[in-house]
């Protein structure tokens, strides 16, 4: 719902409405994970589009991994898509990290390995990991521990409408 805020905005009165609170983990510790030598990888549009359609459009959109600047698409033995990951620089120090991974292949460990490899090219590029997720998402909690990062604090978003 919108929550009326005291004050007047520039342009009159202003409404809030509140999108939601996230978890926030960082790290700067390297992910070890078995497969990262013999990993297959990829950041052909294609096999994004491929891996994209595999996945819920809200999945897709709350990752966001095509919009991000560095990505990593996992291949298996047949060169399928079978898993995504990726970051954005934030601010010079920070890489906001992305993992996204098709219904029918969680589960399998292709997000951790593609997960690790995203999070220690950002660490290779002197960045800091930052792992955003709703509190909700126990999934995507669960494989940020296992990557590394350290939840400390929470984020919460609103967005300030003219009423």
Same mark, same amino acid.
């Given at each position: 719902?919108?929550?009326?805020?005291?004050?007047?905005?520039?342009?009159?009165?202003?409404?809030?409405?509140?999108?939601? @609170?996230?978890? /926030? %983990?960082?790290? $700067?510790?390297?992910?070890?994970?078995?497969?990262?030598?013999? +990993?297959? !990888? =990829?950041?052909?549009?294609?096999?994004?589009?491929?891996?994209?359609?595999?996945?819920?459009?809200?999945?897709?959109? @709350?990752?966001? /991994? %095509?919009?991000? $600047?560095?990505?990593?698409?996992?291949?298996?033995?047949?060169? +399928?898509? !079978? =898993?995504?990951?990726?970051?954005?620089?934030?601010?010079?120090?920070?890489?906001?990290?992305?993992?996204?991974?098709?219904?029918?292949?969680?589960?399998?460990?292709?997000?951790?390995?593609?997960?690790?490899?995203?999070?220690?090219?950002?660490?290779?590029?002197?960045?800091?990991?930052?792992?955003?997720?709703?509190?909700?998402?126990?999934?995507?909690?669960?494989?940020?521990?296992?990557?590394?990062?350290?939840?400390?604090?929470?984020?919460?978003?609103?967005?300030?409408?003219?009423?």
């Amino acid at each position: 719902g919108l929550l009326r805020l005291a004050g007047e905005g520039p342009e009159g009165p202003t409404a809030a409405r509140l999108l939601g @609170e996230a978890v /926030l %983990a960082f790290t $700067d510790a390297y992910a070890d994970h078995e497969g990262l030598d013999a +990993a297959v !990888v =990829a950041d052909e549009e294609a096999l994004l589009g491929d891996l994209q359609r595999e996945c819920p459009p809200d999945d897709v959109t @709350e990752v966001g /991994l %095509a919009g991000m $600047d560095h990505r990593f698409v996992l291949l298996d033995d047949r060169e +399928a898509a !079978v =898993a995504g990951a990726g970051y954005d620089e934030q601010q010079g120090i920070l890489a906001h990290l992305g993992v996204l991974t098709p219904p029918a292949l969680r589960r399998g460990g292709h997000g951790a390995l593609v997960g690790a490899l995203a999070l220690n090219d950002a660490l290779d590029a002197g960045l800091v990991g930052q792992w955003r997720c709703r509190e909700t998402n126990l999934a995507s909690l669960a494989l940020g521990r296992r990557l590394g990062f350290e939840p400390v604090g929470r984020q919460t978003t609103v967005l300030l409408q003219p009423v």
